[in-house]
């Protein structure tokens, strides 16, 4: 097949890392593939050497909305007649919207990923005409979880399928360490990851634990490291920024906790419990978490917002290591659903199908 992969940028983000992961191992199957993204960043993840690049600008582009997206659309249009590929594949709100206006009239099938909690990806009355009346049109659709797929039309349902993120062999592959040590959580320092529940959970039980809270991250860390000064705990919770290494520092990790109000699926807490980390999450919308999470382990996923529960989940586990490691075991058993060999099948099984 011939495919091309198209999202704004390859930058910092779980969609950005699935689809460059994807498009190589496509690639290294034997398929031609080429990602395109809307503009360069100045850090992107890589992709392999078989794998074309396309930038459809050289910046971002400013300026009114509207005529951004109509510029974009006809970039990527016009790539497309070039290179007729067979599918577009498109991952994220922009992109998805782009797809159907750039493929008219072209032999080119189009595939929408929704990466996100739909609620909230397709808010706003434009966004969700083009995801009830224009995203139907494309030739198949693949959702993260069953509650995503819900929103959307039973025309995109009929033809769709679940498929959760692969994740590298690297998390699955590396040694736990025998002295595990601090709370981890990874992810961007937005809102929506609300980094602040959980460093007010941590300032609960601070003075009765001796390990540390590590938040690694890009973004503005401002607000958060005034709430840390705030809460007095400048000594005990640290915000590096981005590492490369994420999975050492999660080898050598006591606990791990997401505390986002909302996700599509959250790549950083898959990676987690591939490593066999103990994780703790929110149960947050569209049901990534818990549908990560096997039933057993349902009592370590805790309200959104609820800054006691995450508290109380967290010394818990803290306290009791007889119960950490087995709950480690479990998240190491259950990440076994997105080996990435068996994820990539399930991938290309579809692709091929809806060519």
Same mark, same amino acid.
């Given at each position: 097949? &011939? ?10 983000? %779980?969609?950005?890392?699935? $689809?460059? !992961?994807?498009? *190589? #191992? ?7 593939? *080429? ?8 850090? #992107?993840?890589?992709?392999?050497? #078989? ?18 997206? $109509? ?6 249009? /016009? ?13 994220? +709100? ?9 493929? $008219? %009239?072209?032999?080119? &099938? ?9 609620? /909230? ?9 083009i995801a009830k009346y224009i995203m139907p049109f494309a030739d198949g659709m693949v959702f993260q979880t069953e509650d995503a797929k819900q929103w959307f039309p039973k025309k995109i349902g009929n033809k769709s399928i679940v498929i959760f993120n692969p994740v590298d062999k690297l998390f699955f592959?590396? &040694? ?9 959580? *990874?992810? /961007?320092?937005?809102?929506? &990851? ?37 809460? %007095?705990?400048? !000594?005990?919770?640290?915000?590096? +920024? ?44 569209? %049901? ?16 959104? +917002? ?11 586990? $803290? ?5 950490? #490691?087995?709950? +480690? ?14 994820? !990539? ?11």
């Amino acid at each position: 097949m &011939k495919l091309f992969f198209y999202i704004n940028t390859l930058s910092y983000g %779980g969609a950005e890392r699935v $689809i460059s !992961n994807l498009a *190589t #191992e496509m690639a290294v199957r034997g398929h031609d593939c *080429t990602v395109v993204t809307s503009f360069p960043c100045e850090w #992107e993840y890589s992709v392999g050497l #078989e794998v074309k690049r396309i930038n459809l600008y050289p910046n971002k582009l400013e300026g009114n909305r509207l005529i951004r997206n $109509i510029k974009l659309i006809h970039r990527l249009r /016009r790539f497309i007649h070039s290179a007729q590929p067979d599918l577009l594949v498109t991952f994220m +709100g922009e992109p998805n919207s782009r797809a159907i206006p750039a493929t $008219i %009239g072209t032999k080119t &099938k189009v595939v929408m990923s929704v990466r996100n909690d739909p609620k /909230r990806e397709y808010c706003g009355k434009l966004n969700i005409l083009i995801a009830k009346y224009i995203m139907p049109f494309a030739d198949g659709m693949v959702f993260q979880t069953e509650d995503a797929k819900q929103w959307f039309p039973k025309k995109i349902g009929n033809k769709s399928i679940v498929i959760f993120n692969p994740v590298d062999k690297l998390f699955f592959d590396i &040694k736990r360490s025998e002295s595990p040590h601090d709370i981890i959580a *990874t992810g /961007r320092l937005t809102e929506q &990851k609300n980094h602040s529940l959980l460093i007010r959970a941590f300032a609960q039980i601070a003075d009765q634990i001796s390990d540390n809270l590590y938040i690694y991250g890009s973004g503005d860390s401002s607000k958060l490291e005034e709430l840390i000064k705030t809460l %007095g705990i400048e !000594n005990r919770v640290f915000l590096p +920024g981005v590492s490369k290494n994420i999975p050492e520092i999660l080898s050598k990790a006591k606990l791990y906790v997401l505390s986002s109000d909302f996700e599509g699926m959250p790549n950083a807490l898959m990676e987690a419990m591939a490593v066999g980390v103990p994780c703790i999450s929110t149960n947050c919308p569209c %049901g990534g978490p818990k549908s990560l999470f096997t039933k057993d382990m349902y009592h370590f996923l805790t309200p959104i +917002g609820d800054i006691d529960a995450m508290s109380c989940r967290i010394f818990e586990l $803290i306290q009791n290591s007889f119960q950490r #490691e087995a709950h +480690g075991k479990t998240c190491k058993k259950a990440a076994m659903a997105f080996v990435p060999d068996s994820v !990539n099948d399930q991938w290309e099984k579809y692709l091929v199908g809806i060519r």
